[in-house]
C-alpha cells in the first residue's frame, strides 16, 4: 500500500518512508491512497487479543514491513499496560459504556499509539543506521507519551514544544523529570497551537529538515492515526452484534486526530458507527459541526488543557475526504483558512457525526455526576464526553486521560485523592526543561546545537 499527500504535490510513499516523513514535503498530511474494505475480516478478528487484532489491522497498511517483524514490534508495544485487557471496556449503565483509554505507561490514550511508533522508529532506525531528530507540539498528553515511547532510544533524540504554563503540573513533570539525555522538553511562550504552528513552519523548511533528518511524532504522522484505529474496533467487537449496528463513539477531542481514527474504521467498511465530537470551551470543532463554519477563535485555558486548541490538524485529512480525495481543493482551502483563520464550507453535511461543548462551569459537575450515577472517576477530558447523551443506541464514552493527573480537580469535586504510583514519583525529581520564544527562529537554533547529526 502507498501513501499520498492531501495537497497532492508530494510522490506517493511506502508506509515506512511515510512514517518516517512525518508531514508531506507539499505540507499536507499522509492519507492512504486507497481505503481498504475490512468488513469480511471482523468475524476472524473476534475474541483476539488487543496485540492480536493491532498486528492484524496494521500488517494491512504496512505492507514494506515483514509481517514476523511486525509482530514483535506489535508484542512489545502493549506490555507496559498495567490492564491485561490493554483498553477495557467498562458498561457504565445499559447502553451507556466507557473505553478505558489511560492504561498505558504515561495514563493516556496517546500511549496506544506513541508506545508503537517509538518501537517503529528504533527498528527503522537500526535496519537503516540513520539518525533521527524527532519533533512534536503537545497540548498535555502527546508530550508525555511520545517521549515515554522514545527515552533512552538509540540514534533519536527527542524535541517537544508545550505552552509554558498552559498544561497540567503533572503533565509537565511527566515531560521534565525524565533525566534522559535524548529529551528536550521546551516550555514555549504562547499556546499550543503557537507551538504547532511552529512545528509546521520548521517542516515545511525542506533544506532544514533534511539537514537534520527531522521527523513528526504529533497525529499529522500517519502511523499515529491508523495505530489509534485499532481501539475503536476492539470496543466495537467487544460489544454485543445486537448493539453494533447502532453505535456511537463519544470522542473528546482538540486535534481531530482521535476521533478521526474512527471515522477512518467507518470508511473501511465497519457499518453503524456514529461519532460525536466533545470539545471543551475551545469549541471551533463544536461550531463547525453545527455551523459548517471553520473559524478560529481566542485559546482560553480550561480544566481540559489538552483541548485547548483551535487549529485541529488533522481536519485537512477529514477535508481531502470530504473533497472526494480532490488535493487541488484541500490546497486551495487550507491556503484560505492560513490567511483569513475562516472557511465556509458550502452544503455542509455533517453525516455520522455531531457535536457538544462543555466549558469549565460545567466539567466539575458531570465529573460529580458520573461518580454519583456511575461509579466512575472520570478526568476532565473525558467529563466533556457525557455532556447531552441523547443518541438512541448503544454509546461509548472514550477515557482519555487517568483522573490521578488531575489530582487538584479531583479533590476539589469529589474530596477524593486520585493518585497513580507513576505520578507520584514525579514529585520528587527535578524539572529540567528549556524555555523558548514562540518563534521559529528560537527552535531551529536549538536543533542546530542539541540536535543528532546523522552520517548520510
Given at each position: ?42 468475524p ?10 493491532c498486528?492484524?489491522?496494521l ?7 515483514p ?9 512489545s ?39 508503537l ?10 535496519k ?71 512545528v509546521?513552519e520548521?517542516?515545511?523548511d525542506?533544506?532544514?529538515?533534511a539537514e ?30 445486537s448493539?453494533?449496528?447502532n ?9 481531530f ?33 453545527e ?28 477535508i481531502?475526504?470530504?473533497q472526494?480525495?480532490d488535493?487541488?481543493t ?32 460545567e ?16 478526568d ?20 482519555t ?6 489530582p ?5 469535586t ?5 493518585k ?5 514519583e514525579l ?30
Amino acid at each position: 500500500m502507498k501513501y499520498v499527500s492531501t495537497r497532492g504535490q508530494s510522490k506517493p510513499l511506502s508506509f515506512s518512508e511515510a512514517l518516517s516523513e512525518g508531514l508531506a514535503p507539499d505540507g499536507g498530511l499522509f492519507v492512504p491512497q486507497t481505503m481498504p474494505d475490512i468488513s469480511k475480516l471482523l468475524p476472524s478478528w473476534e475474541g483476539l487479543s488487543y496485540p492480536e487484532l493491532c498486528f492484524e489491522f496494521l500488517k494491512i497498511f504496512a505492507t514494506d514491513i515483514p509481517a514476523a517483524d511486525l509482530k514483535k514490534i506489535v508484542d512489545s508495544s502493549y506490555n507496559r499496560f498495567d490492564d491485561p485487557a490493554i483498553a477495557p471496556l467498562a458498561e457504565l449503565r445499559k447502553d451507556l459504556y466507557l473505553l478505558e483509554l489511560y492504561h498505558g505507561p504515561t495514563l493516556a490514550f496517546k500511549d496506544f499509539a506513541l508506545q508503537l511508533l517509538g518501537n517503529l522508529y528504533e527498528y527503522l532506525l537500526k535496519k537503516s543506521g540513520h539518525k533521527i531528530n524527532v519533533l512534536g507540539a503537545t497540548s498535555g498528553d502527546t508530550g508525555s507519551a511520545a517521549i515515554s515511547g522514545l527515552i533512552g532510544k538509540e540514534n533519536v533524540n527527542i524535541f517537544i514544544l508545550y505552552p509554558f504554563g498552559r498544561v497540567s503540573p503533572l503533565q509537565e513533570r511527566q515531560m521534565t523529570c525524565t533525566g534522559a539525555s535524548n529529551v528536550f522538553p521546551i516550555a514555549i511562550d504562547g499556546t499550543f497551537d503557537d507551538a504547532q504552528h511552529i512545528v509546521k513552519e520548521i517542516f515545511a523548511d525542506t533544506a532544514f529538515k533534511a539537514e537534520w533528518n527531522l521527523s513528526a511524532v504529533n497525529s499529522i504522522n500517519l502511523a499515529r492515526i491508523l495505530a489509534q484505529c485499532v481501539y475503536y474496533i476492539y470496543a466495537y467487537l467487544k460489544l454485543p452484534h445486537s448493539k453494533r449496528g447502532n453505535l456511537q463513539f463519544i470522542v473528546p477531542t482538540g486535534n481531530f486526530g482521535n476521533v478521526l481514527a474512527g471515522w477512518m474504521v467507518s470508511q473501511m467498511g465497519v457499518g453503524g458507527l456514529h461519532f460525536k465530537v466533545a470539545t471543551n470551551q475551545n469549541d471551533i470543532l463544536y461550531r463547525l459541526f453545527e455551523t459548517g463554519i471553520y473559524e478560529l477563535g481566542k485559546v482560553e485555558p480550561s480544566y481540559a488543557p489538552s483541548m485547548d486548541i483551535q487549529v485541529a490538524s488533522n481536519f485537512e485529512r477529514f477535508i481531502y475526504f470530504m473533497q472526494n480525495c480532490d488535493p487541488e481543493t484541500v490546497r486551495k482551502i487550507m491556503a484560505a483558512f492560513k490567511s483569513t483563520g475562516r472557511w465556509v464550507f458550502d452544503n455542509f453535511d455533517a453525516g455520522a457525526f455531531s457535536a457538544s461543548r462543555a466549558d469549565d462551569s460545567e466539567i466539575p459537575a458531570i465529573i460529580k455526576d458520573v461518580y454519583e450515577n456511575c461509579g466512575a472517576v472520570i478526568d476532565p477530558h473525558t467529563a466533556c464526553g457525557f455532556k447531552d447523551l441523547g443518541f438512541e443506541g448503544a454509546k461509548i464514552v472514550l477515557s482519555t486521560a487517568h483522573p490521578a493527573k488531575f489530582p487538584e480537580l479531583i479533590h476539589k469535586t469529589l474530596g477524593l485523592d486520585a493518585k497513580s504510583p507513576i505520578l507520584e514519583e514525579l514529585k520528587s525529581k527535578p524539572v529540567e526543561r528549556v524555555r523558548l520564544g514562540a518563534d521559529l527562529h528560537s527552535l531551529r537554533d536549538y536543533i542546530t546545537k542539541h540536535g543528532i547529526k546523522d552520517a548520510k
